[in-house]
């Protein structure tokens, strides 16, 4: 998904009264800022016997009259001094609290505001967008996009918006006083405005395609953390790091000669320029002055504002660049976060909100069933069995033969391409999905622990868990097996995905989490694949108190795991070959014959 300026702009949407409410009163103290010039100049005049302007010099009678005074030279400079006061002294720190603060609560909120928004697409994204993207390459997207975003904000409607207001405020006093140099002085900076946005156009480009590569060196990075074990085991330490290094150096040359180096080169051209234009606006206002055109106080109020407009342009285009560096980083962000929820996107996400809560018998029937990754290369054709209430089943055939997949599709991680799935007779894309999945379980081949305790981990899917049902699990697991060898118990930390346990201890925590959600479906997805032997055995025996009990799905490689399944389903090439129990398969002679056979035997497939 594209996205553009706007998006940027609409990131602060909910905070639009704030924002402008505080853009301008930052605008209004840099115009009120400016009157300090001007009465430093009509100081001036009076100090040099000339006369005020003839404007303030009303309002200096005016001011008096009103006090029954009449004007004098030392009344005018009290007045002007005092007014000089009010401007900086008194200002600063209402400018602080009525401006300042403000931008830093539009940002800070902004931020919390879009974080919980991305967490909300973190979780609500399909699954095949994650079999498509690194985590690493994601997490650094969204951090990077949220962090520009939240400093941008201060600058932009701090400093930058401000500053142009304060020089249009400069433009406007300098054309009452001298209307030819006010022209000179707009055009000098309208050409250098649009040539630094020009050439800012192109460098953002520039900065879009360094971005990628950061993206993907992050996303390796995250994949050598994460696969630390494998490549040592390898030896591939030097080979990782080859590349990632050959990565950051494309990054630095793209880096140095094709961002930093232009932005070297636009602010030589733009501060040379800057510079000569106001050496000509000083020397216009001089002849001027030299040639009784102009008053010394006006002189000085040219002089002194012309200096500090053109002193602000190089602060306003620092910060247009660092927008532009941060641009790429922040439409990505904007992408990410219009990528399609697909179904996923009814996915109750806050604790109290309302999902329906269903009870199934556990009857789950496959039509006609047809799917794939890719439409034109369908991995499933044609699948149609009926697992009754209760029943255990068993799925198998060779590697990549769809075994997995038909789960991913029970669960609702994808849409079919063809036929449909019904629970107890009604069409589970019909459910609401939240409800639907609290009644499923699943024990994956991998499965993925959180850096927390061991009972954090068990209760994950059933917070609610009494101490008896979690000990109760885990006897069926086979956890308690492992517990005393555990430092603090339930209580041990187990570390970032689980590195302080064993791969077969992995497994049975897995099994006993599962157990704990007391779903109506519960699915073993290869699940004793990691164990040995012996804890094969209690699984197969837990398994075995079980059924009867639930609806239960396995999928396994060893078929001695599933002999005492109500009924296998085999598979082979996305299809379903043979159908019936362990004795009917096995006196077919077909392709579960055969496997058996093999395994048995102790020959490879």
Known sequence: MTASFQDILLYFKRYRKTAIWSITGSSLFEIIDLTVPYVVGQISNILSGRSLDRELNNLMESMASLFGQSSTTVSSLIFLTALIFVVTVIRAPLQVWIANNFHWQVALKARRDQSQKAIAKILTLPVEFYDENNPGRIAGRVARGLANHMWSYPEIAGQLIPKVIRILGIFVIICAIAWWISAFFLVSFIVVLLGS??????????????????????????????????????????????????????????????????????????????????????????????????????????????????????????????????????????????????????????????????????????????????RERPVLEKIQFTIDPYETVALVGRSGSGKST??????????????SILIDDCDITELDITGYRKRLAIVHQEVDIFNGTLIDNLVYGNPTATFAQVKEACAIASVDEFLHLLPRGYNTIVGERGVRLSGGQRQRLGIARALLVNPDILIFDEATSSLDYESER???????????????????????????????????????VEIGSHKQLLTQGGLYHRLHSLQETGELL
């Open 538 to 576: 209690s699984i197969q025996l837990a398994m075995r108190r079980i059924q009867g009990t639930r609806t239960t799905i396995i999928i396994a490689h060893r078929l001695s795991t599933v002999r005492e399944a109500d009924k296998i389903v085999v598979l082979d090439n996305g299809q379903i």
């Open 197 to 374: 946005l020009q050439k800012l156009k192109s460098l953002t480009k520039v900065e879009e395609t360094l971005e990628v590569y950061q993206e993907n060196t992050e996303s390796r990075t995250s994949e050598i953390i994460t696969n630390i074990k494998t490549v040592k085991a390898f030896a591939n330490e030097a080979k990782e790091y080859k590349r990632q290094s050959d990565r950051l150096e494309r990054e630095a040359k793209v880096s140095l000669w094709g961002i930093h180096i232009g932005y070297v080169k636009l602010g030589m051209v733009r501060d040379t320029v800057l510079e000569a234009c106001q050496f000509v606006v000083f020397g216009a206002a001089l002849f001027a002055t030299f040639g009784g055109k102009m008053s010394i106080g006006h002189f000085i109020t040219i002089s002194t504002l012309a200096s500090m407009a053109y002193s602000e342009v190089k602060p306003i285009c620092l910060l247009a660049e660092v927008f532009a560096r941060r641009y790429s980083s922040m439409i990505r962000f904007h992408e990410f976060m219009k990528q399609d929820d697909g179904q996923d996107a009814a996915i109750a996400l806050y604790p109290d909100a309302k999902y329906h809560q269903y009870r199934f018998q556990g009857k789950v029937e496959f039509r006609n069933l047809t799917f794939g990754y890719d």
């Open 406 to 419: 038909l789960v991913k599709l029970l669960f609702r991680y994808f849409e079919t391409s063809g036929g």
